[in-house]
């Protein structure tokens, strides 16, 4: 399977094939993060650091009220604040 990552709205004349998965509810118009703890994202062997990892993937580090974005999708690939500071390297 491929995956495409890309930014701003998406159109359809023709409708998608598959299923559209993650989070998103665009009736609503938001987007829901899933929630993990910094314990989580350092631990290399964490869910968060073994699935569904992707460059780009955002989680909710709810313990410092922080969105954290992963730099690639290994699990030992770093994470960093939404806005690019506060690395932490899963170890």
């Known amino acids: 399977m491929s995956r495409t990552t890309f930014s701003g709205p998406v159109k359809s004349d023709n409708g998608f094939e598959g299923d559209v998965t993650g989070g998103v509810d665009a009736r609503a118009g938001y987007v829901v993060l899933y929630t993990t703890t910094s314990a989580s994202i350092a631990d290399i062997t964490s869910a968060v650091n073994t699935s569904d990892k992707y460059i780009g993937t955002m989680v909710f580090e709810s313990d410092n009220s922080k969105i954290k974005v992963a730099t690639g999708s290994a699990a030992a690939d770093t994470w960093?604040?939404?806005?690019?500071?506060?690395a932490v390297t899963p170890a």
Not at 80 to 86: I, K, L, R, S
């Open 80 to 86: 960093v604040d939404a806005d690019g500071t506060n």
